[in-house]
């Protein structure tokens, strides 16, 4: 079985964390010895810009407690790592499994290289699986909050569920924008989507932290 680490960065002006941090952040990164694919593009080129620039309209955007960080340009990065999976999945025909891994994830507690190198060695083919926090298939009833039901920083997904998945989100997506008027968080779209039950997710428990990594099990506990 092949995988493949996918990973991107998309430069956001006044955002909290620099591009000086992202470049630290993500040679950590690098050094995971894994095949990886890494994008790397501006804002304008994001699949949610170009369609929000077609709205009659102009949304609002959820920031919970922090506006500096919940900007819309950061729904709209955030919203872009499902079709970078489909674009590794369609550049690299010989990889079974992708793995979404955030650019950024060692800012998170007790991420190692080590840590991440044992994750792929545990991975298993046919396995759309993604961590999060909340035990159960939610229905999101505050948009103004994230939903934790996915943490968002790691996806596991077989070449089979790229393309699914990514017409999932950004249907739902584009629905919601069009019902609400307003730009949520991907994991709030990714719970909706998973309450759609037309794709296998399976979720895992972890938290910010290497058990989004270490949690991570086959379907049958192992």
Known sequence: MKVKLVTGYVPIPNHPRTAADYDRLGAQLAEVDVPRHKFI??????????EMALLPFKP???IDDNPAKNSLAYHIVQHQKFEWLLSASILDKETDVF???DYGIFHMPSVSVAVI????????DNDLA???VLPEPTKITDENVPCWRFCGSLLVVPR???APLYNAIKSNALRHIAETKNVSWEVNTLARVEMENKLPIRWYPASWNLTLFTNYMDANGS
């Open 160 to 162: 089979a569920q790229a």
């Open 130 to 132: 993604i961590p999060g």
């Open 60 to 62: 609002t955007h959820s």
């Open 41 to 50: 593009t501006p804002l304008q080129n994001c699949w949610l810009y170009h």
């Open 117 to 124: 190198r044992d994750f792929f060695g545990r991975l298993k």
């Open 99 to 101: 793995v979404w891994i």
